[in-house]
């Protein structure tokens, strides 16, 4: 549910080549795949910046 909090408020920050990280407002800490997993319902969670490829996105169009 929406509240409005900064907890829930993520900003996309380009890293280049096509690919952002994602940073809570709150806590500045970015979206992180766990354990760098691939597989479909892998956790994710909040970890701080470590420039891992587990916490870069590619923003892209749905059709």
């Known amino acids: 549910m929406d509240g409005g909090y900064t ?3 993520w900003q996309p920050v380009y890293t280049g080549g ?3 990280k994602l940073e ?3 806590s500045g ?3 992180d795949v ?3 997993s691939l597989d479909d319902g892998a956790n994710v969670l909040q970890w701080a910046d ?3 490829a ?3 996105w590619q923003i892209i169009e749905a059709n």
Do not use: E, V, W
């Open 29 to 31: 800490k970015l979206i």
């Open 7 to 9: 907890n829930q408020q």
């Open 18 to 20: 096509g690919f952002f």
């Open 34 to 36: 766990s354990s760098g």
């Open 54 to 56: 587990n916490q870069q």
């Open 50 to 52: 470590n420039g891992g």
């Open 24 to 26: 809570n407002r709150a």
